[in-house]
């Protein structure tokens, strides 16, 4: 593989953290609607706002000129954009060159029978999905619109494709908190790692009450070891999850615990969403239209600025915190919008 073909300054932001993985959200639409993520009837944003896929292209191309060389492609469900593997195959001559080294998604898995292969073939080896449950009634009662057995076939062809899958799991007090140990052998007879995720005050949730969902993942990590060997593993992915070790099933399991835990000072991420604003902390609303930049100049010039510009105001750190006892530093948009 040839060396890395940048041929622009890295992006350092005011603390010295170089950013170096972009998460992309290439729509807001999904085929399911998780409870805790969204509403039942949502409104889209019209298709003429969002970014085609060559203007994806383009601006992916951007960032990993500049250093970037993890590229996580999420939404909304990203496998449901129509022509997303034109976009796959087309970010593969990234990693040909050896710019990038990872080129990832995070997907709930429904469409993955018809693209875990072709997905491969692009270069894709690890993948998130997102299973809060392995019970089939549970699974409706979430997802509202998902169908189990459709992306459990999703799973095993991602597997037999030969991408390692990791599950993530929302932690939902009330609903899975009885599956704990059930996820940790499943995912450890699978070889697949496991991360729980706590729940995020994102968006508005209408009738369901975000601190009844709120499952604690010190109270998980206690119920983990009621049952299995665990031993902390310092992986460190340069992102806010912690990792165990489980001696039975030889798996790992992951926390992700953005409320509890300070993880901002190692933060090497931004997000940019499906219209092309770029959001520099999860926490915070401040944000760049990098659109404009994009669609007003044929050359990368004023895009390459604007991405300068907004990364010059990345911010220190989140202001979510649960331990009010109300939700302060709630955010008003929602997951699909700008991508988990
Ligand atoms: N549709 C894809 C999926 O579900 O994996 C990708 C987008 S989804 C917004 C990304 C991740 O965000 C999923 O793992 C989902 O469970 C998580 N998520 C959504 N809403 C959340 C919330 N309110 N709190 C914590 N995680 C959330
Ligand atoms: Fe769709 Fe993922 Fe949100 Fe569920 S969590 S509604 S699958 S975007």
Sequence with gaps: MKGPQMTAPQLIDPFQRAVSYLRVSVTDRCDFRCYYCMSEDM???????????????????????????????????????????????????HLASGALKELTLTTNGSQLGRFAQPLYDAGVRRI?????????????????????????DGVDAADKAGIKIKINAVALKGTNDDELHDMVEWCGTRGFDLTWIEVMPMGDMGDADRLDQYWPLSDVRKQLESRWSVADIGLNTGGPAKYVSIKETGGRVGFITPLTHNFCESCNRVR???????????????EADLRAALRDHEGNEALNDAIRAAIARKPKGHDFDYSRQKIAGEMTRHMNHTGG
Excluded: H, Y
């Design 272 to 286: 940019l969403t499906c219209t092309g604003q770029l959001f520099l902390c999860l926490g915070q609303e401040d």
């Design 43 to 93: 409104t889209f944003l019209p298709k003429k706002e969002l970014l085609t896929l060559e203007e994806l292209d383009r601006m992916c191309s951007a960032f990993v000129d500049m250093g970037v060389s993890k590229l996580r492609i999420t939404g909304g469900e990203p496998l449901v954009r129509k022509g997303i593997m034109t976009f796959f195959d087309s970010m593969s001559r």
């Design 128 to 152: 998130n999905v997102s299973l809060d449950t392995l019970n089939e009634a549970k699974f409706k009662q979430i997802t509202r619109w998902g169908k189990f057995k459709q992306v459990m």
